[in-house]
Protein backbone atom coordinates (compact mmCIF):
# COMPACT_ATOMS: atom_id res chain seq x y z
CA UNK A 1 0.00 0.00 0.00
CA UNK A 2 1.40 3.12 -0.93
CA UNK A 3 1.20 5.83 1.84
CA UNK A 4 2.50 9.27 2.79
CA UNK A 5 4.44 11.44 -0.46
CA UNK A 6 3.51 8.44 -2.65
CA UNK A 7 0.29 8.71 -2.12
CA UNK A 8 -2.13 8.83 -4.90
CA UNK A 9 0.87 8.15 -7.27
CA UNK A 10 0.67 5.21 -9.70
CA UNK A 11 3.94 2.60 -9.34
CA UNK A 12 6.99 2.28 -10.60
CA UNK A 13 5.53 -0.78 -12.64
CA UNK A 14 2.91 1.75 -14.43
CA UNK A 15 5.73 4.35 -15.78
CA UNK A 16 8.39 1.84 -16.71
CA UNK A 17 8.61 0.80 -20.73
CA UNK A 18 7.60 -2.45 -21.99
CA UNK A 19 5.69 -4.90 -24.06
CA UNK A 20 2.61 -3.77 -26.21
CA UNK A 21 0.99 -6.42 -23.98
CA UNK A 22 -2.05 -5.78 -21.83
CA UNK A 23 -1.92 -9.62 -20.72
CA UNK A 24 1.81 -9.92 -20.22
CA UNK A 25 1.39 -6.59 -17.66
CA UNK A 26 -0.75 -8.43 -15.69
CA UNK A 27 0.64 -11.18 -16.19
CA UNK A 28 4.01 -9.63 -14.66
CA UNK A 29 2.30 -7.49 -11.45
CA UNK A 30 -0.89 -9.20 -10.66
CA UNK A 31 -1.24 -12.77 -11.97
CA UNK A 32 -4.21 -13.67 -9.87
CA UNK A 33 -6.28 -11.46 -11.99
CA UNK A 34 -6.02 -13.47 -15.12
CA UNK A 35 -9.02 -15.88 -15.90
CA UNK A 36 -6.52 -18.65 -16.49
CA UNK A 37 -5.17 -18.40 -13.15
CA UNK A 38 -7.98 -19.16 -11.31
CA UNK A 39 -7.67 -22.99 -10.77
CA UNK A 40 -10.07 -25.67 -9.01
CA UNK A 41 -8.95 -27.03 -6.28
CA UNK A 42 -7.28 -30.56 -7.05
CA UNK A 43 -9.92 -33.62 -7.83
CA UNK A 44 -13.04 -31.00 -7.67
CA UNK A 45 -15.42 -30.23 -10.24
CA UNK A 46 -18.00 -27.55 -11.44
CA UNK A 47 -21.06 -27.61 -12.89
CA UNK A 48 -21.12 -23.78 -15.02
CA UNK A 49 -22.84 -22.69 -18.08
CA UNK A 50 -21.95 -23.31 -21.54
CA UNK A 51 -22.33 -21.00 -24.33
CA UNK A 52 -23.33 -23.10 -27.59
CA UNK A 53 -24.00 -22.29 -31.65
CA UNK A 54 -21.42 -19.98 -33.24
CA UNK A 55 -21.65 -19.30 -37.07
CA UNK A 56 -19.37 -17.10 -39.21
CA UNK A 57 -19.57 -16.51 -43.25
CA UNK A 58 -17.87 -14.30 -45.38
CA UNK A 59 -19.12 -12.24 -48.01
CA UNK A 60 -18.35 -9.50 -50.93
CA UNK A 61 -16.99 -7.10 -48.62
CA UNK A 62 -16.56 -8.56 -45.04
CA UNK A 63 -17.86 -11.18 -42.95
CA UNK A 64 -21.17 -12.00 -41.10
CA UNK A 65 -20.63 -13.99 -37.31
CA UNK A 66 -23.87 -14.62 -35.57
CA UNK A 67 -24.84 -16.69 -32.10
CA UNK A 68 -27.59 -18.25 -30.67
CA UNK A 69 -28.82 -17.00 -27.15
CA UNK A 70 -29.17 -20.19 -25.19
CA UNK A 71 -26.26 -21.17 -22.30
CA UNK A 72 -26.79 -24.70 -20.71
CA UNK A 73 -25.59 -26.89 -17.59
CA UNK A 74 -25.98 -30.19 -18.08
CA UNK A 75 -29.62 -30.78 -19.02
CA UNK A 76 -31.19 -27.32 -17.76
CA UNK A 77 -31.31 -24.01 -19.89
CA UNK A 78 -29.38 -21.89 -17.84
CA UNK A 79 -29.92 -19.03 -19.92
CA UNK A 80 -32.36 -18.16 -22.68
CA UNK A 81 -31.20 -14.50 -23.87
CA UNK A 82 -27.18 -14.67 -23.43
CA UNK A 83 -24.74 -12.63 -25.78
CA UNK A 84 -22.14 -14.60 -27.13
CA UNK A 85 -20.79 -12.41 -30.27
CA UNK A 86 -18.96 -9.00 -28.94
CA UNK A 87 -16.95 -6.74 -31.08
CA UNK A 88 -13.41 -7.17 -30.65
CA UNK A 89 -12.36 -3.80 -31.70
CA UNK A 90 -13.52 -1.20 -34.89
CA UNK A 91 -12.84 -4.41 -37.13
CA UNK A 92 -13.03 -7.75 -35.94
CA UNK A 93 -15.54 -9.97 -33.80
CA UNK A 94 -15.18 -12.54 -31.46
CA UNK A 95 -18.06 -15.36 -30.69
CA UNK A 96 -17.96 -17.41 -27.67
CA UNK A 97 -18.22 -21.24 -27.16
CA UNK A 98 -17.45 -23.49 -23.80
CA UNK A 99 -17.70 -22.37 -20.64
CA UNK A 100 -19.56 -19.18 -20.19
CA UNK A 101 -18.43 -16.70 -17.72
CA UNK A 102 -14.47 -17.73 -18.57
CA UNK A 103 -15.43 -17.10 -22.03
CA UNK A 104 -16.20 -13.59 -21.40
CA UNK A 105 -13.74 -12.90 -19.21
CA UNK A 106 -11.58 -13.80 -21.87
CA UNK A 107 -13.80 -11.42 -24.61
CA UNK A 108 -13.20 -8.71 -22.12
CA UNK A 109 -9.61 -9.16 -21.55
CA UNK A 110 -8.95 -9.33 -25.21
CA UNK A 111 -10.89 -6.28 -26.25
CA UNK A 112 -8.56 -4.63 -23.35
CA UNK A 113 -5.42 -5.80 -25.15
CA UNK A 114 -6.34 -4.80 -28.58
CA UNK A 115 -7.03 -1.36 -27.19
CA UNK A 116 -3.81 -1.39 -24.97
CA UNK A 117 -1.71 -2.14 -27.82
CA UNK A 118 -3.54 0.48 -30.43
CA UNK A 119 -2.48 3.40 -27.20
CA UNK A 120 0.96 1.87 -26.70
CA UNK A 121 1.82 1.35 -30.78
CA UNK A 122 -0.44 4.25 -31.90
CA UNK A 123 -1.70 2.35 -34.86
CA UNK A 124 -4.44 -0.87 -34.86
CA UNK A 125 -2.90 -4.74 -34.70
CA UNK A 126 -3.05 -6.63 -38.16
CA UNK A 127 -6.13 -8.98 -38.48
CA UNK A 128 -3.33 -12.05 -37.94
CA UNK A 129 -1.69 -10.21 -35.22
CA UNK A 130 -5.08 -10.15 -33.32
CA UNK A 131 -5.75 -13.52 -34.12
CA UNK A 132 -2.40 -14.74 -33.36
CA UNK A 133 -2.96 -12.79 -29.52
CA UNK A 134 -6.14 -14.64 -28.96
CA UNK A 135 -4.82 -17.78 -29.80
CA UNK A 136 -1.83 -17.01 -26.86
CA UNK A 137 -4.59 -16.72 -24.02
CA UNK A 138 -6.52 -19.14 -25.27
CA UNK A 139 -2.91 -21.50 -24.31
CA UNK A 140 -2.73 -19.87 -21.35
CA UNK A 141 -5.95 -21.35 -20.17
CA UNK A 142 -5.46 -24.72 -20.99
CA UNK A 143 -4.96 -25.69 -17.46
CA UNK A 144 -8.35 -24.90 -16.67
CA UNK A 145 -9.57 -26.60 -20.19
CA UNK A 146 -7.86 -29.75 -18.44
CA UNK A 147 -10.35 -29.46 -15.40
CA UNK A 148 -13.37 -29.32 -18.02
CA UNK A 149 -13.55 -25.03 -18.05
CA UNK A 150 -12.51 -24.51 -21.87
CA UNK A 151 -12.80 -22.18 -23.91
CA UNK A 152 -13.57 -22.06 -28.23
CA UNK A 153 -13.86 -18.76 -29.73
CA UNK A 154 -14.43 -18.14 -33.12
CA UNK A 155 -12.54 -14.95 -34.24
CA UNK A 156 -13.66 -13.09 -37.74
CA UNK A 157 -12.65 -9.70 -38.86
CA UNK A 158 -11.83 -6.96 -42.10
CA UNK A 159 -8.43 -7.87 -43.23
CA UNK A 160 -7.58 -3.42 -44.08
CA UNK A 161 -4.79 -5.17 -46.03
CA UNK A 162 -6.48 -7.67 -48.25
CA UNK A 163 -9.67 -5.64 -48.35
CA UNK A 164 -11.71 -9.03 -47.64
CA UNK A 165 -13.08 -11.17 -44.81
CA UNK A 166 -11.18 -13.12 -42.70
CA UNK A 167 -12.44 -16.05 -40.24
CA UNK A 168 -10.08 -17.58 -37.47
CA UNK A 169 -10.78 -21.00 -35.61
CA UNK A 170 -8.96 -22.51 -32.59
CA UNK A 171 -8.59 -25.49 -30.48
CA UNK A 172 -8.35 -25.36 -26.33
CA UNK A 173 -4.70 -25.95 -27.02
CA UNK A 174 -4.32 -22.68 -28.48
CA UNK A 175 -3.76 -23.73 -32.02
CA UNK A 176 -5.18 -20.96 -34.60
CA UNK A 177 -6.25 -22.21 -37.78
CA UNK A 178 -7.56 -19.87 -40.45
CA UNK A 179 -11.10 -21.26 -42.01
CA UNK A 180 -12.32 -20.10 -45.79
CA UNK A 181 -15.60 -18.88 -46.73
CA UNK A 182 -17.68 -20.22 -43.97
CA UNK A 183 -17.26 -21.94 -40.07
CA UNK A 184 -19.10 -22.67 -37.13
CA UNK A 185 -18.09 -23.59 -33.42
CA UNK A 186 -19.85 -25.09 -30.25
CA UNK A 187 -22.44 -28.29 -29.94
CA UNK A 188 -24.98 -27.66 -32.76
CA UNK A 189 -21.70 -26.80 -35.06
CA UNK A 190 -21.57 -29.69 -37.23
CA UNK A 191 -25.18 -29.24 -38.09
CA UNK A 192 -24.57 -25.46 -38.94
CA UNK A 193 -21.71 -26.33 -41.19
CA UNK A 194 -24.15 -29.04 -43.43
CA UNK A 195 -26.79 -25.50 -43.84
CA UNK A 196 -23.85 -23.18 -45.15
CA UNK A 197 -22.21 -25.39 -47.21
CA UNK A 198 -25.21 -25.93 -49.60
CA UNK A 199 -26.11 -22.32 -48.70
CA UNK A 200 -23.06 -20.18 -49.58
CA UNK A 201 -21.70 -18.66 -52.92
CA UNK A 202 -19.30 -16.24 -53.86
CA UNK A 203 -20.39 -13.02 -54.19
CA UNK A 204 -22.90 -12.91 -51.06
CA UNK A 205 -24.13 -9.64 -50.06
CA UNK A 206 -24.28 -8.62 -46.43
CA UNK A 207 -28.15 -9.37 -46.09
CA UNK A 208 -27.87 -12.42 -48.08
CA UNK A 209 -24.69 -13.52 -45.42
CA UNK A 210 -27.03 -12.18 -42.61
CA UNK A 211 -30.00 -14.54 -43.75
CA UNK A 212 -27.49 -17.71 -44.38
CA UNK A 213 -26.44 -17.08 -40.94
CA UNK A 214 -30.05 -16.90 -39.33
CA UNK A 215 -30.58 -20.27 -41.41
CA UNK A 216 -27.74 -22.11 -40.57
CA UNK A 217 -28.62 -21.52 -36.54
CA UNK A 218 -31.98 -22.25 -37.47
CA UNK A 219 -31.00 -25.76 -38.55
CA UNK A 220 -28.67 -26.23 -35.88
CA UNK A 221 -31.16 -25.79 -33.23
CA UNK A 222 -33.76 -28.27 -35.12
CA UNK A 223 -31.09 -31.12 -34.18
CA UNK A 224 -28.87 -30.08 -31.40
CA UNK A 225 -31.31 -29.04 -27.80
CA UNK A 226 -28.06 -27.44 -26.41
CA UNK A 227 -28.56 -24.52 -29.99
CA UNK A 228 -31.69 -21.97 -29.04
CA UNK A 229 -33.38 -21.30 -32.50
CA UNK A 230 -35.42 -18.21 -32.71
CA UNK A 231 -37.61 -17.56 -30.35
CA UNK A 232 -40.78 -16.16 -31.95
CA UNK A 233 -43.02 -15.80 -28.53
CA UNK A 234 -40.06 -13.81 -26.50
CA UNK A 235 -38.91 -12.13 -29.17
CA UNK A 236 -35.45 -13.22 -29.12
CA UNK A 237 -33.39 -13.23 -32.05
CA UNK A 238 -29.81 -14.33 -32.70
CA UNK A 239 -26.94 -12.16 -32.18
CA UNK A 240 -25.40 -10.92 -35.45
CA UNK A 241 -22.90 -8.45 -36.48
CA UNK A 242 -21.84 -7.80 -39.88
CA UNK A 243 -18.32 -6.43 -39.66
CA UNK A 244 -17.02 -4.62 -43.37
CA UNK A 245 -15.04 -1.62 -44.27
CA UNK A 246 -16.89 0.58 -42.41
CA UNK A 247 -16.31 -1.28 -39.58
CA UNK A 248 -18.25 -3.89 -36.86
CA UNK A 249 -22.00 -3.44 -36.95
CA UNK A 250 -24.83 -5.08 -34.66
CA UNK A 251 -27.70 -5.98 -36.39
CA UNK A 252 -31.24 -4.51 -34.35
CA UNK A 253 -34.18 -6.59 -33.48
CA UNK A 254 -36.50 -4.61 -35.93
CA UNK A 255 -33.92 -6.09 -38.85
CA UNK A 256 -33.53 -9.49 -37.38
CA UNK A 257 -37.35 -10.12 -36.74
CA UNK A 258 -37.21 -10.15 -41.04
CA UNK A 259 -34.56 -12.48 -41.68
CA UNK A 260 -35.90 -14.68 -38.84
CA UNK A 261 -39.79 -14.47 -40.23
CA UNK A 262 -38.52 -15.19 -43.81
CA UNK A 263 -36.90 -18.40 -42.46
CA UNK A 264 -39.34 -19.56 -40.44
CA UNK A 265 -42.19 -18.49 -43.62
CA UNK A 266 -39.95 -20.83 -45.96
CA UNK A 267 -39.87 -24.06 -43.44
CA UNK A 268 -43.62 -23.95 -42.93
CA UNK A 269 -44.85 -27.59 -44.63
CA UNK A 270 -41.10 -27.67 -45.53
CA UNK A 271 -39.22 -28.08 -42.55
CA UNK A 272 -36.09 -30.03 -43.95
CA UNK A 273 -35.56 -26.98 -45.97
CA UNK A 274 -34.91 -28.81 -49.25
CA UNK A 275 -35.02 -26.68 -52.31
Given at each position: ???????????A???????????????????????????L????????????T????????????????R???????????M????A?D??S??????T?????E??????????H?????G??????????????????NL?M?????A????????D???????IF????T?G?????????????????????????????S???????????????????????????????WP???????????????????????????A?????????
Amino acid sequence: MTTGADAGRLSAAYLATGSSSFTDFVGAHAPHLLPSRRALPPGSTLEAPHGTTIVTVTYDGGVVMAGDRRATMGNIIANRDMEKVFAADEYSAVGIAGTAGIAIELVKLFQVELEHYEKIEGTLLSLEGKANRLASMIRANLGMAMQGLAVVPLFAGYDLDRQVGRIFSYDVTGGCYEEHDHHSVGSGSLFARGAMKKLWRPELSADDAVSLAVEALYDAADDDSATGGPDVGRRIWPTVAVVGAQGVAFRTDDELRGAVEAVIAARQGNPGGAR
